[in-house]
């Protein structure tokens, strides 16, 4: 839809290496596109990555919990001249299963609606019939969330991680991004994670931008809206369930032609 998007200015908080395909599809369409990260990414190694590395065989099952988790698990896999041969590979959504599809494993699972570790724990294959007694690595950054691991124990798995990246908050003005764009309040903002939001929370306070507090957004999944108005943002959030560029685009899409 050329165009569809004219006028529109939107602020993307995902991080460098996530943000380039949409804001060029954004402006395709007529859009600006704002990149505002608001999250570093930043690869972690060390002794307990090696071992968890050196071990993979032993895992029945492997779990992707993001494309950087893939990207960056992928990476340690070939530092350590490791790879996966029977393992079952699980993804937490699309983005994720076809970063690992991109890279060559054809079979991955994946929920089929929900994109979060909940979904992943209605699957079929990590019910308690078939993860009772098996090992399970989940390759993940630091610091994520325990409610994976915390029930596939209860159902009888022997679950490990595998960190190979954390996230850091980002440097950026955000003053100085809108500035340079021309843009004084963007006409949405795109936040795909609860660590984005409640960064651009204090980043917004911080450089007393507080109307920015107005600014529509649109979030990913209803973990993250349910922290919206919390945090001091005054617009009831879009929840899309998936984070990916088709469907963030078309969001966008809707949200203009209802503005029109």
């Known amino acids: 839809m050329p165009h569809s998007l004219q006028g529109l200015s939107v602020l993307i908080t995902r991080p460098d290496a996530h943000a380039g ?13 704002i990149s505002a990260p608001m999250l570093e990414i930043q690869p972690a190694s060390g002794p307990s990555v090696k071992a968890r590395i050196d071990a993979i065989e032993s895992y029945a099952k ?36 076809k970063a690992l599809q991109d890279s060559g494993f054809g079979t991955v699972s994946m929920p089929v609606d929900e994109f979060s570790s909940a979904g992943l724990l209605r699957l079929d294959a990590l019910q308690d019939s078939q993860v009772a007694g098996a090992k399970i690595l989940i390759f993940r950054g630091s610091g994520g969330r ?14 490990d991680y595998c960190e190979v990246y954390a996230r850091a908050a980002t440097q950026l003005s955000l003053a100085r991004t809108l500035l340079a764009a021309r843009v004084r309040t963007p006409g949405v903002a795109v936040v795909t994670s609860l660590d984005i939001l409640n960064n651009l929370a204090e980043k917004i ?28 943002f005054t617009n009831p959030p879009v929840i899309v369930d998936n984070p990916d560029d088709d469907t963030i685009i078309d969001t966008l899409i809707h949200r203009a032609m209802d503005e029109l």
């Open 62 to 97: 492997v779990i992707f919990i993001s494309r950087n988790a893939v990207s960056y698990g992928l990476a340690e896999l070939a530092n350590h001249h490791r790879r996966f041969t029977t393992q079952q590979l699980f993804a937490v959504g699309p983005g994720t299963a």
């Open 146 to 159: 325990e409610l994976l691991s915390e029930t596939l124990t209860s159902r009888g798995a022997a679950v």
């Open 205 to 232: 306070r911080a450089e007393a931008l507080i109307e920015l507090f107005n600014m529509p957004l649109i979030v990913v999944g209803a973990r993250v809206a349910n922290r919206v108005a919390a945090l001091g």
């Open 21 to 33: 395909s949409i804001c060029e599809r954004i402006e395709v369409a007529g859009g600006v596109a």
